[in-house]
């Protein structure tokens, strides 16, 4: 396994509270990533990081927010959570010794 | 037309039998090739990076055609524990991952 934990695992919340998944990997990898999977699309990305305050945007970004203030820790901002946003999210690392991903467990997120 | 295509299937086998899925990706420049396995309610796991020779790991055979712009995946003597999805990635120009919906298999006893 990659050393990527995510917390919390499931989490169920109501629309317009804020939220924050967090990514922890012990690997030390520079490339994180966030993603989230539903029914009938394939993984989609949602932002990335490329090192310590280094960020970007991924194809799915509105609505969502990150902080990557050490090498370890990866987190996903939902501001105000909307019920278009209930999906699993996926953290992964890698990409910058080789090309591949590894990714968390996931975290099941349900916006009433 | 989507970036990446797959046969969403299922493909339901009898164990034992060797299955093939086909992936089309769009993005000529797209630069490294992937197929993840994704269990039920799991999280996708690294089977193989797919080269431009083509590449084996015991009962699975990945094979990429870039002049047709696709790449496939052979699996032989299928077994029950084979039973998942499969997820055909593209890199198209390094950290920008693009995912095929996926081929969900059932191995049959």
């Known amino acids: 396994d990659a050393g990527i934990t995510q917390s919390p695992r499931h989490k169920v919340t109501e629309t317009g509270t804020p939220v924050t998944l967090r990514c922890h990997q012990t690997?030390?990898?520079?490339?994180m990533y966030w993603y989230r999977q539903d029914p009938g699309h394939g993984l989609r990305l949602i932002h990335y990081?490329?090192?310590?305050?280094?960020?970007d945007k991924g194809e799915v970004s509105d609505g969502y927010s990150v902080s990557r203030s050490k090498t370890e820790d990866f987190l996903l901002t939902l501001e105000s959570a909307t019920s278009s946003q209930t999906s699993v999210y996926f953290c992964?690392?890698?990409?910058?010794?080789?090309?591949?991903?590894?990714f968390g467990p996931g975290t099941r997120l349900t916006v009433t | 037309r989507k970036e990446v295509e797959q046969d969403p299937g299922p493909f339901n086998v009898p164990e034992g039998a060797t299955v093939a899925f086909n992936c089309t990706y769009s993005?000529?420049?797209?630069?490294?090739f992937f197929w993840y396995r994704q269990d039920c309610r799991k999280e996708p796991k690294l089977l193989m990076s797919?080269?431009?020779s083509g590449n084996e790991d015991g009962r699975f055979t990945a094979q990429l055609n870039r002049a047709s712009q696709y790449i496939s995946l052979l699996i032989r003597d299928s077994k029950l524990s084979d039973s998942a999805t499969y997820l055909c990635?593209?890199?198209?120009?390094?950290?920008?991952?693009?995912f095929g919906p996926g081929t969900r298999l059932s191995v049959l006893p």
């Open positions: 992964a690392i890698g990409g910058d010794r080789s090309y591949e991903q590894y």
């Open positions: 690997e030390n990898h520079r490339y």
């Open positions: 990081s490329y090192g310590v305050k280094d960020t």
């Open positions: 993005n000529s420049a797209s630069q490294s």
């Open positions: 797919v080269y431009s």
């Open positions: 990635v593209v890199d198209n120009y390094g950290q920008n991952f693009v």
